[in-house]
Protein backbone atom coordinates (compact mmCIF):
# COMPACT_ATOMS: atom_id res chain seq x y z
CA UNK A 1 0.00 0.00 0.00
CA UNK A 2 1.38 3.13 -0.88
CA UNK A 3 1.78 5.80 1.38
CA UNK A 4 3.08 9.65 1.35
CA UNK A 5 4.65 11.55 3.98
CA UNK A 6 4.66 15.38 4.07
CA UNK A 7 7.60 17.31 5.51
CA UNK A 8 9.44 20.64 5.31
CA UNK A 9 6.82 23.03 6.75
CA UNK A 10 6.64 25.73 9.01
CA UNK A 11 6.78 28.68 10.51
CA UNK A 12 8.48 31.80 7.73
CA UNK A 13 8.25 35.36 7.78
CA UNK A 14 6.93 36.83 4.41
CA UNK A 15 9.27 36.88 1.17
CA UNK A 16 10.95 33.79 2.87
CA UNK A 17 11.46 30.20 1.32
CA UNK A 18 10.64 26.87 2.35
CA UNK A 19 10.60 23.48 0.64
CA UNK A 20 8.58 20.78 0.95
CA UNK A 21 9.30 16.90 0.49
CA UNK A 22 6.87 14.23 -0.01
CA UNK A 23 8.17 10.70 0.48
CA UNK A 24 6.58 8.22 -1.30
CA UNK A 25 6.57 4.54 -0.14
CA UNK A 26 5.93 1.54 -2.70
CA UNK A 27 6.33 0.70 -5.81
CA UNK A 28 6.18 2.19 -9.18
CA UNK A 29 6.53 6.18 -8.15
CA UNK A 30 7.76 7.35 -11.26
CA UNK A 31 4.41 5.88 -13.02
CA UNK A 32 2.02 8.53 -10.56
CA UNK A 33 1.40 12.31 -11.68
CA UNK A 34 2.40 14.06 -8.18
CA UNK A 35 0.87 16.88 -7.15
CA UNK A 36 0.76 19.31 -4.21
CA UNK A 37 -2.42 20.99 -2.69
CA UNK A 38 -2.99 23.70 0.11
CA UNK A 39 -6.18 24.19 2.04
CA UNK A 40 -6.41 27.26 4.16
CA UNK A 41 -9.00 27.38 7.17
CA UNK A 42 -12.88 27.90 5.88
CA UNK A 43 -11.31 27.25 1.89
CA UNK A 44 -11.36 24.63 -0.38
CA UNK A 45 -8.64 22.24 -1.26
CA UNK A 46 -6.92 23.55 -4.44
CA UNK A 47 -4.23 22.60 -6.64
CA UNK A 48 -1.06 24.24 -6.18
CA UNK A 49 1.31 22.42 -8.75
CA UNK A 50 1.56 18.76 -10.12
CA UNK A 51 4.44 16.75 -12.10
CA UNK A 52 3.30 14.25 -14.59
CA UNK A 53 5.47 11.29 -15.27
CA UNK A 54 7.08 13.09 -17.97
CA UNK A 55 8.03 15.72 -15.89
CA UNK A 56 5.24 18.11 -17.53
CA UNK A 57 4.12 21.09 -14.60
CA UNK A 58 1.65 23.23 -14.21
CA UNK A 59 0.71 25.52 -11.57
CA UNK A 60 -1.92 27.74 -9.99
CA UNK A 61 -1.99 31.48 -11.16
CA UNK A 62 -1.51 32.68 -7.61
CA UNK A 63 2.00 30.85 -7.45
CA UNK A 64 3.75 30.97 -10.81
CA UNK A 65 6.76 32.44 -10.87
CA UNK A 66 7.18 31.85 -6.65
CA UNK A 67 6.79 27.82 -6.68
CA UNK A 68 8.62 25.25 -7.88
CA UNK A 69 7.61 21.77 -8.06
CA UNK A 70 9.80 18.55 -8.90
CA UNK A 71 10.34 15.11 -8.83
CA UNK A 72 13.41 12.57 -7.79
CA UNK A 73 12.32 9.36 -9.13
CA UNK A 74 15.79 7.72 -7.95
CA UNK A 75 14.35 8.80 -4.30
CA UNK A 76 10.79 8.34 -4.72
CA UNK A 77 10.24 11.71 -3.70
CA UNK A 78 8.37 14.99 -4.73
CA UNK A 79 9.57 18.22 -3.96
CA UNK A 80 7.96 22.11 -3.74
CA UNK A 81 10.14 24.63 -3.36
CA UNK A 82 8.43 27.31 -2.50
CA UNK A 83 9.87 31.32 -2.84
CA UNK A 84 8.72 34.86 -1.79
CA UNK A 85 6.05 33.42 0.62
CA UNK A 86 2.73 35.55 1.30
CA UNK A 87 0.73 35.49 4.22
CA UNK A 88 -1.93 34.41 1.72
CA UNK A 89 0.17 31.02 1.14
CA UNK A 90 -0.17 30.18 4.53
CA UNK A 91 -2.68 26.61 4.37
CA UNK A 92 -1.79 22.94 5.17
CA UNK A 93 -0.15 21.48 2.10
CA UNK A 94 -0.78 18.29 1.18
CA UNK A 95 1.00 15.98 -1.23
CA UNK A 96 -1.24 13.90 -3.83
CA UNK A 97 -0.63 11.02 -6.36
CA UNK A 98 -2.77 9.72 -9.02
CA UNK A 99 -1.94 6.49 -11.00
CA UNK A 100 -4.82 4.94 -12.96
CA UNK A 101 -7.93 6.39 -11.40
CA UNK A 102 -5.70 5.39 -7.69
CA UNK A 103 -5.62 8.99 -5.54
CA UNK A 104 -3.79 8.88 -2.38
CA UNK A 105 -2.81 12.09 0.02
CA UNK A 106 -0.66 12.44 2.83
CA UNK A 107 -1.58 13.91 5.92
CA UNK A 108 -0.28 17.25 5.30
CA UNK A 109 2.18 19.89 6.69
CA UNK A 110 1.75 22.98 7.79
CA UNK A 111 3.18 26.34 6.49
CA UNK A 112 2.42 29.60 8.19
CA UNK A 113 3.80 33.03 6.58
CA UNK A 114 3.63 35.53 9.23
CA UNK A 115 5.37 38.24 10.75
Known amino acids: QVQLVESGGGLVQPGGSLRLSCAFS????????MGWYRQAPGRQRELVAR???????NYADSVKGRFTISRDNAKNTVYLQMNSLKPEDTAVYYC?????????WGQGTQVTVSS
Open 96 to 104: NRQYLGIDG
Open 26 to 33: GTRFSLNT
Open 51 to 57: ITTVGTT
